[in-house]
Structures are given as C-alpha cells and as structure tokens.
C-alpha cells in the first residue's frame, strides 16, 4: 500500500499502534524480522504513513496480541486515516480528547493559544483547573484525574518551545473558584508572563467585536507535520489540518495579534486587576 502524508488520525493510529507493539516487548526491527517484513514498513505505521494495508494490519494486530476492543479501535482510525480532522469523543474518566492534546503538545515546537472566557489551559493553576472541571460535563469522581492531566500539561512550558496566549480580557475579570484562587491565579500569570519563551497577550474589551469571536481554539506547530487546530467543545474535541481550515484559523490569529496589547500593557492589566482585589 502506498504511503500517504501524516495527518491528525493518522498520528492518533501510529501512536495507538506503537504502544500495542511497546507490550509485546519486541523492537519494532525484531517484530519486522519475525513477520518477514521490511522494518520500513511498521515505521510507517506506527508514523501515520500507512504503508500496510488493512490484512496486513490485522495480521500485525494479531501478532501483538491486540484485545479484540483495541484492535477494532485501531482498524477504524487506519480506515478513518485519509479524512479530513478528527473528531474525538470521550468515552470514560480522563477525556480521550485531553490525552490525544497532550501527546500533540509534547510533539509540537510552537503552540497559539486563543482563550475567551477562561485562563488558557497550560497557564491554570491546580486550584483554577479543579474549578473549572467541576463545572464540566465530568463524574464528580472522575475530576480529580481531569485536574491532574490538565496541570500536567503545563510540564511542556520549558525553553525549546515558543507559547503565544491571546486572552480576551473578560477571562481575567472572571472570579473562577473564588477570590483567593482568582487571585493566586492571576498572580501566576504575572510570573508566567516574564519568561521569554512565553508571549502573553491580552485582547482589551474596549474593542469590542474581535475576529476571535466564534470561540477558543490552539494552532499548534510541529517540526515534521503541517500546523494542527484543536478545537473543544462540551463533550468532544476536534482535531483540524486541511490546509484550508488551518489557513482559516492562522489568519485569526493574525487578526487577534493586531488587536491584543503587547507584553508590558498586558501585565498592566493585570496589575491593575490585583490591586482591585487588595
């Protein structure tokens, strides 16, 4: 079978792919050996290249011993593999959506942030983060895991990467979780905001409409694929990048940065909110 692009899905397979493999203990070299495959064939699986068909991936699941479950999971994103996005539902306990953001997070080099209503994900405090998912679509159980996922994203904001959070200024005005935690909260951005890989924008209200309007999203950046939107909603979330769609949000994000204030103004803003709360 031919080789394709690496897209979304087809990245959701090869990581799912590479962690059946990671189970049976075998390189990938040895498992290519024992199928009598050549090795460049399962490292463009497992890289969402395609590469094998779908016998030959059923062959390849069985070997692994694949839980039927899983292997019926894996069958369908290969087929899925050449449409355009990914849409993502959750199924249990931490948000399958928030660990397939995760994984692209880790892999990207450049993430733009777009956040309306709330702090930007990567910049919530656990305190802030246990708030805002107790008001989610969450079980009452199932939070304290959501909490601990969502701040253990924030391991990535280390040099090497380039952060950008365009925030509307009505997401630092609300009080998520009370004073206290509102404050700590803005707080931490202000220690956040002085790392130089980290460009904190606020979008001042007194502009009114914004090209930001339809909602929160993130354009991440990576070294080896094109650009990927991630877009969230209630319940699920969607992967985007056909070239279109993510030239549709790029050109948002053009559009915000000509609005939003720059460093120091930003930090102003919330200066001036926390000396509100003194």
Known sequence: MPKRESNVVGREFGNGLRAAIAKTGLTQRKLAEELDWDESKISDAVNGKGGIDVHELEVLLA?????????????????????KGFLLFPEDGVPDQLRTLINH??????????????????????????????EGPHEKEDVPKV?????????????????????????LWLP????????????????????????FHVVPS????????????????????????Y??????????????TVALYEDR?????TVALDREQSRAVIDDILEGLQ
Not at 69 to 77: C, K, Y
Not at 105 to 134: C, D, F, N, R
Not at 231 to 244: A, P, Q, R, T, Y
């Open 231 to 244: 877009v969230e909603s209630l319940n699920c979330g969607l992967f985007l990048d056909d070239k279109d």
């Open 176 to 199: 998520v979780g009370g004073e206290e935690v509102w404050r700590e909260q803005l707080a931490h951005l202000m220690r956040m905001s002085v790392r130089k890989y980290i460009n």
């Open 63 to 83: 070997y692994c011993r694949v839980p039927l479950d899983e292997r019926r999971h894996l069958v369908a994103l290969f087929l899925e593999a050449r449409e």
């Open 253 to 257: 994000v053009k559009r915000l940065a």
């Open 147 to 171: 909490v601990a996922a969502r701040v253990a994203r924030a391991e990535i904001l280390r040099p090497g990467r380039t952060f950008t959070f365009l925030v509307h200024e009505q997401a």
């Open 105 to 134: 997070e880790k892999e990207s080099t450049e993430i733009v942030a777009w956040s309306m209503i709330l702090v930007p994900g990567l910049l919530q405090t656990t305190e802030y983060a246990h708030a805002v998912a107790e």
């Open 206 to 229: 007194s502009i009114g409409a914004h090209a930001g309007v339809s909602g929160d999203f993130r354009v991440m950046r990576f070294p080896k694929y094109p650009p990927l939107v």
